[in-house]
């Protein structure tokens, strides 16, 4: 049974940092691409940040330079570190997996697997 699971959301303060994590089980990790997307109270779905099996990374242009993906393939996991947060970065967060030529990516439809999200939230 394919599972992905986030943990590490909470609430923190404007320019603080969180680290979320999200363990797969249920099929082979290391081979698919993996993304974090997040969506705010009435707005849609956004890609964050994507990573390539191989670790080749891409980054919306709102998280460039605060926030970092990591994958650790021999432990399913995967990691968004996110620093200088903002009360925009405000949202339900979702790590997702896929496999395809296209990774990494930040478009929904190229993923596959979703985990059930993680709330971050962000107080000015």
């Known amino acids: 049974q394919v599972q992905l699971v986030e943990s590490g959301g909470g609430s923190v303060e404007a320019g603080g940092s969180l680290r979320l994590s999200c363990a797969a089980a249920?099929?082979?990790y290391s081979w698919y691409g993996k993304g974090w997307f997040r969506q705010a109270p009435g707005k849609e779905r956004?890609?964050?940040?994507?990573?390539?099996?191989?670790?080749?990374?891409t980054y919306a242009d709102s998280v460039k330079g605060r926030f970092t993906i990591s994958q650790d393939n021999a432990k399913n996991t995967l990691y968004l570190e996110m620093n200088s947060l903002k009360p925009e970065d405000t949202g339900m967060y979702y790590c997702a997996a896929g496999t395809g030529s296209w990774f990494p990516s930040l478009r929904a439809n190229a993923y596959n697997y979703w985990g059930q999200g993680t709330q971050v939230t962000v107080s000015s």
């Open positions: 956004e890609g964050v940040a994507g990573i390539h099996s191989g670790g080749t990374t």
């Open positions: 249920g099929f082979w």
